[in-house]
């Protein structure tokens, strides 16, 4: 605990040095600060002792307490290994740009997210969760255009309306006491906690705020954002499963249908985007139904006491975590890359830049295949085990685990269409504009390498990650016997050894390939055009036409299609679109701020301006609560 400790002072020097001193210190003290976290977590997953602080504090409703156990732990490895990297990569990216804002906020997100996964008390919790709030607006706010304010008000909206479940769950709890060890609870106390830790999750149908936030950031904000901190939502969630001790099943399929719905909404809108990061930010609402599904299957398991069920889900619930902040702040990076490089947002304009940035061109090409769950990459391991729990639960007599099989076999398809579509569209054949390229600074494909890195490391050794599997394990299963663990822990074995021969025998074959040809001649033609003399950029697919298909099918629900029908043998110039179509904003959200705003018109008239009005409206408060407390 000393170690955290000493982390967060250096983190708090990072926002210090921000106002007084140049970049380099702020840089430093939050590297130093990350590889001290990383060392405290790390010991605590080791040797579990001296992992708690209980401070009396004159503030009511129990103590300054804060501990880190293995859930902690884990959360607190993904934050401190991303804080130093995106910091490094920002720098890069914005020029070293001399605006304070996000020099003095990104480390306030990393305290406060800190801060968040290690309170044991319920005030300590709230109070970190509101700073944490605070500073994602003002690092999503950082370009201060229109844009990004508008963003930024539907996000500290959005993160309100949580707040407004999260306090009323919180006071239920417990007594006269918020510290998290008197916690007890029912169904109505999850529903509260699962709301408010939903809307910061981005699960739907709270989802809104999330592809208006994310995607107006700076890239590495971005990717702190949608890796890492929607994750202090689904943090919540699973803290809340612990604390209530014993779940009930309908806790379980509550998750894996709004899991399925999350994910379903999240994979066909990014369909019908044109921007790279809003595509990613709608595919972290989809991942976010994936972790849901996992989460769903735990607690059924645990609430029929099936420990090889529960032992399965949750372990693909930590993969899940763990990949998808991987390669998903891998994509992130990659889209601030391509707009560094082209000043283009519009995919539609892009192609060919694999010719061009051959090295930006295979790491993005990474973080595709992590993200469409390829073999060899992170993404698969996670929906594997998924697959393996939900299979497992079919045959321990639950039917409703078929749901989470089948939507995961659908959604991972669509999101293979998606992200190959992506990539083709943005790397492959030819410039569908003209535009200027401009050099990426090396330290951002460093960052982005060492990311790539990763993803092929947990995708070809997952193994390596038992370890931290184990202890998240009996913290939701403090009596599990060891034998149980055998199945994950096997499973994990083969993977490992399968990939790592596949992919020994695959490098052997490519350098046998490379040795064979470095002494021919390499002969550079143009690509056959089916007859065409000269192929244009018009011949080629956009990502509407890759899309079309799908959206077709499902318009109804998710897509507006704007287009006309060719006639004639020589028809004139049309346009053809297709934009995304929100349902639950056209009849949920929109005539529910509609209501809201009408009552506010009708209410406001009690705002008279006078002084005895407002003593009066108090007085009668009062009144209302003795008679109430006289009860």
């Not at 040095?17 to 003290?29: D, Q, R, Y």
Request: one cysteine or more; hydrophobic letters at 55%.
């Amino acid at each position: 605990m000393i170690l955290m400790l000493f982390s967060l002072v250096f983190f708090s020097l990072s926002m210090l040095t921000a106002l007084f001193t140049n970049k380099k210190i702020w840089l430093f003290s939050m590297v130093a600060a990350s590889f001290l976290g990383i060392a405290a977590a790390t010991k605590i997953l080791i040797n579990p002792i001296n992992n708690t602080i209980n401070i009396p504090w004159h503030i009511p409703l129990g103590n300054f307490s804060i501990e880190i156990d293995a859930l902690s732990a884990i959360f607190i490895l993904l934050i401190c290994l991303f804080a130093p990297l995106y910091a490094i990569y920002g720098q890069s990216y914005l020029n070293h740009s001399d605006k304070k804002q996000l020099t003095i906020f990104y480390p306030l997100l990393i305290i406060s997210m800190l801060f968040v996964v290690m309170a044991k008390n319920g005030f300590l919790f709230l109070l970190s969760w509101e700073i944490m709030s605070i500073a994602g607006y003002f690092l999503i706010t950082f370009e201060d255009d229109e844009h990004s304010l508008k963003s930024g008000f539907i996000y500290l909206v959005a993160t309100n309306i949580g707040m407004l479940f999260l306090l009323p769950f919180f006071l239920l709890l417990g007594n006269n006491n918020l510290d998290f060890q008197c916690l007890s609870g029912n169904s109505l106390i999850f529903l509260l906690g699962f709301i408010g830790f939903s809307t910061k999750a981005g699960v739907f149908p709270f989802h809104g705020w999330l592809p208006k936030a994310h995607p107006v950031a700076p890239s590495h904000v971005s990717a702190l954002l949608s890796g890492v901190m929607i994750k202090m939502g689904i943090y919540g969630i699973l803290r809340m499963i612990i604390l209530l001790n014993e779940p009930q099943i309908i806790w379980g399929y509550i998750c894996i249908v709004l899991g399925v719905f999350s994910a379903l909404i999240g994979i066909f809108s990014a369909l019908s985007q044109k921007e790279l990061k809003t595509i990613l930010a709608y595919s972290s609402i989809e991942n976010i139904g994936i972790i849901l599904l996992a989460i769903g299957l735990t607690i059924i398991g645990k609430s029929k006491d099936l420990p090889i069920l529960t032992i399965l889900a949750l372990t693909a619930t930590i993969f899940h975590i763990i990949n998808h902040a991987l390669f998903k702040g891998l994509l992130f990076l990659g889209a601030g890359a391509i707009s560094k490089a082209t000043q283009i947002k519009n995919i539609n304009l892009l192609g060919g830049l694999h010719k061009k940035l051959p090295l930006l061109s295979g790491l993005f090409l990474i973080g595709v295949m992590s993200m469409t769950a390829m073999p060899l990459f992170n993404g698969f391991i996670g929906e594997f085990f998924l697959l393996l729990a939900s299979l497992k639960g079919l045959l321990l007599g639950d039917f409703f685990a078929i749901i989470p099989l089948l939507s995961l076999c659908f959604i991972a398809a669509l999101c293979f269409m998606l992200f190959s579509s992506v990539y083709s569209i943005i790397f492959l054949g030819e410039e569908r504009s003209s535009f200027k390229l401009s050099k990426i600074p090396s330290p951002m494909l460093r960052i982005m390498g060492i990311i790539a890195l990763l993803c092929t490391l947990f995708g070809t050794l997952p193994f390596v990650l038992f370890p931290i599997i184990k202890k998240a394990v009996f913290l939701f299963l403090p009596n599990v016997d060891i034998a149980t663990l055998q199945e994950s822990k096997t499973t994990l074995y083969k993977l490992s050894i399968s990939f790592s021969i596949f992919f020994l025998v695959l490098m052997t074959l490519l350098l046998i390939r490379h040795q064979i040809l470095k002494n021919r001649k390499i002969v550079i033609t143009s690509t056959w055009g089916c007859g065409y003399d000269k192929i244009t950029a018009k011949m080629q697919y956009n990502f509407s036409s890759f899309v079309q298909p799908i959206a077709f099918l499902f318009q109804k629900f998710f897509f507006h299609f704007s287009n006309h029908n060719l006639k004639d043998l020589f028809p004139k110039e049309e346009n053809f679109l297709i934009t995304p179509f929100d349902f639950l904003t056209k009849y949920f959200y929109k005539p529910l701020m509609e209501k809201l705003l009408l009552i506010s018109e009708k209410t406001k008239k009690i705002q008279h301006g006078r002084t005895q009005f407002y003593i009066f409206y108090i007085f009668l408060t009062l009144v209302f609560l003795l008679l109430w407390k006289g009860q």
